[in-house]
Structure formats: C-alpha cells, structure tokens
C-alpha cells in the first residue's frame, strides 16, 4: 500500500523562470532558522522565502527515478509532481513546479503560497515510468518534462552507459537544470577511453528563441538500433516521438494529460466478449461478464461498501464513486498518474489510461477509476 505522509516544506527556491523547486523533509525535531536568499529576489514567487529549515534526519521511503508523489494542496486539490533529486539521499523530497496560467490551478497555488515551514500530506512515493538498463539511453525532454528525466541521466551517466539527452523549451532561462546537465555530460566526457572515440554523452539543447528545431524523426533514426526511448513533455511532442520511434526503438513516455481516445472501441468490446471464457482476471460465466457497449450506462458494484452505483454515459466511475466515499484521492482525472487506480473484483474493465501495462490491463486485476469503464453490464470493485 502507497505511504501517505505529513512533510515539512525546508525550502523554496528559484529553478529557472516560472518554475520553483520545493524540498520536503520529516518534520519531526525540525528547527527553524533564517538564511540570506540565495537567488535573485525580483523573480522568486510568493512561496519563496529566505528561510529555510535544518532538522534532524529523518529517512523517507526510497524511490527510483521516474517516480513520482502526490501533494494534498491546501485547497483540497491534488497533484502529481516527480521527484527530481537524489534518491540516495532519504532525508528528503525535491519536486519541480512550473506555473501553468492556462492549468488547473494546482501550479498557481503552489506559486503563490507561503510554504516553508508549513507541512503537507503527501502520498507516495511511486513509480510508473521506470527506467531500465540499456546500451543506449536517448532522454527527450519538453519543459517542466525534465524532471523525471534529470534522475533517470544522473543514474545512467553513474552506471558509465552511453546516453544522449534532447532538451527543448522556450529558452534556456527558462530550462530547469540546465547547468547540471551539462556538467554531468562533460564529466561522462572526460571518462571516455580512446582518442577521437566517439562521446557516450552527449547534450543537444533545443531552445525556440535561438531558433532551435527539434526533428524527431531525424533523432531517432540517428540513434543506434534499440536504443530507449524515455520521453515526457507536451502532448504534440509525445506523439511526434511515438511515430518516430514506431518499429525502430524501445519507447517510454509519461505524459502531462491523455492523449485523445480511439474513436472506435467496436473492437474492444468484441475482444472482451471473445474472452467469456474466463480468461484475464475475473470469473467466467457471471452477470458479471455480460457485455456492453463500454461508453453506455453499467453499474459499479462497491464490495466494501456495500453501495451499487449507475455510471451513466456522461459520467465518470470516480465522479459517481465519490458522491458516496468522499475520501478516495485524485490528481490527473485523466489517466496518467495512478492515483485513482482501483482494484477490481469482478466485471471487465475498460481500460484507457497510459499507467497500466498491456499485461496488467489484460489481467484486469486492476484499473484507473477516473478514465476506465466497463465492457460488462456490471464493475465490481474493492471499495
């Protein structure tokens, strides 16, 4: 079960432009002092102070990069950020921010309020975008996507394999680590063995207000074959990547919101009613399994709870669920960040959210409650 903890906020600090960075921290034996601000104050927001807090060392569960938590704002919203700083470091929690003036609000608040000193319930930490060994690691990043990437590099460079990272945005005051970056890829430079070998690290910075153009399919196809693929960023971005590395390069993304639905699911249902067999992760031959078409009306039977719900055509499992357990957690609404994910008892799921893999959502062991829906008459699930 994912860990939901009360964290310190130690620090604010300025990243780049309209990005912020917070540190979270165990706040027991805490003690508060004032420091000089270190970065320039005419750009540091609200919630950046010049105070920061020194406490005793308390270890916080380990992540991976790629992982990310979820922060319970003061306004009851809930947001995903990833982790971007050290995982051998248990003492804390570093998150990334960028102010969104066109989102949903969660990066506004977080700007504009004074958080050091103020503590926060977080869940987490977890991981659905991890990273795994390889002979060649490409990292293309689009704005405030950098921050799963940054860990993911440190690791890779660590390891001695070869890597190249793609970094775009509007400018370079604007690129979030930027600078380590950098120097982590002349460090890998400066260990490459042979005269004239070719470098296995490598930085190509993609910034608009140079004139920067990213061509993703020029990228991939220079990349050695097989190369990983790790990708996060703006949707356009992630689909321009998708059908460059198509057939070419094994492809990882984690994407900011989800990406537009097939417009036929014809073929999901009739996959599902060819599976009344009993395979995946339900019992054959119940009521259960009777099918229908996933974008009409079914019920949700809560286990737990004892409560059978009508999700209509317009509505969503979670929007219906929670007129009844106010207490279940959010963040995306939108099927990429796992917070919703629901176990399920009976019934078969529709799946569409970018978390789960092909193998889990075959197993229909569980699903994401805010996007998924049901290719049976009735979802069981364990709430």
């Not at 974008?295 to 004892?306: P, W």
């Not at 796992?338 to 197993?363: F, I």
Request: net charge negative.
């Amino acid at each position: 079960m994912t860990a939901t903890l009360s964290l310190l906020v130690r620090e604010v600090r300025y990243l780049a432009e309209r990005i912020v960075g917070l540190t979270l921290v165990d706040p027991r034996n805490a003690v508060l002092h004032d420091v000089a601000e270190a970065n320039d104050p005419a750009r540091t927001p609200a919630g950046a102070t010049a105070a920061t807090r020194e406490d005793a060392p308390g270890i916080l569960p380990a992540w991976t990069p790629g992982a990310h938590i979820d922060l319970l704002l003061p306004s009851g919203a809930v947001r995903s950020y990833s982790l971007c700083g050290d995982p051998a470091d248990r003492t804390r929690y570093d998150i990334a921010v960028l102010r969104d003036v066109d989102g949903r609000g969660g990066s506004n608040e977080i700007h504009d309020t004074q958080w050091v000193g103020r503590q926060v319930a977080v869940i987490g930490p977890r991981n659905t975008f991890v990273c795994e060994p390889a002979p060649h690691v490409v990292f293309i990043a689009g704005g405030i996507g950098i921050t799963p990437l940054w860990p993911m590099l440190r690791a890779v460079a660590a390891a001695g394999a070869s890597w190249e990272m793609h970094y775009l945005g509007r400018s370079r005051a604007a690129m979030a680590f930027l600078g380590g970056i950098e120097r982590t890829a002349a460090n890998a430079r400066r260990t490459d063995n042979g005269a004239g070998a070719p470098s296995r690290a490598t930085v190509h910075i993609v910034a608009r207000d140079e004139g920067g153009h990213f061509d993703a399919d020029a990228t991939l196809a220079a990349a050695p074959s097989g190369s990983a693929v790790y990708c996060c960023g703006p949707e356009r971005l992630m689909q321009a990547v998708e059908r460059a590395c198509a057939g070419r390069h094994a492809l990882h993304l984690e994407r900011f919101g989800r990406p537009a639905l097939p417009a036929a699911l014809a073929p999901v249902l009739a996959q599902n009613e060819a599976r009344a067999d009993g395979a995946g992760g339900t019992s054959p031959g119940s009521a259960d399994d009777a099918p229908c078409d996933p974008d009409s009306a079914f019920q949700v039977v809560l286990q737990r709870s004892g409560v059978t719900l009508q999700v209509g055509p317009d509505a969503s499992i979670l929007e219906v669920v929670r007129q009844v357990r106010r207490d279940l957690t959010f963040s995306c609404s939108s099927g990429y960040c796992g917070t919703c994910e629901t176990r399920v008892l009976g019934g078969r799921p529709d799946h569409r959210d970018d978390v789960l893999s092909d193998a889990e959502k075959a197993a229909n062991r569980s699903m994401m409650i805010c996007v998924g829906r049901s290719c049976s008459a009735t979802l069981v699930l364990d709430l």
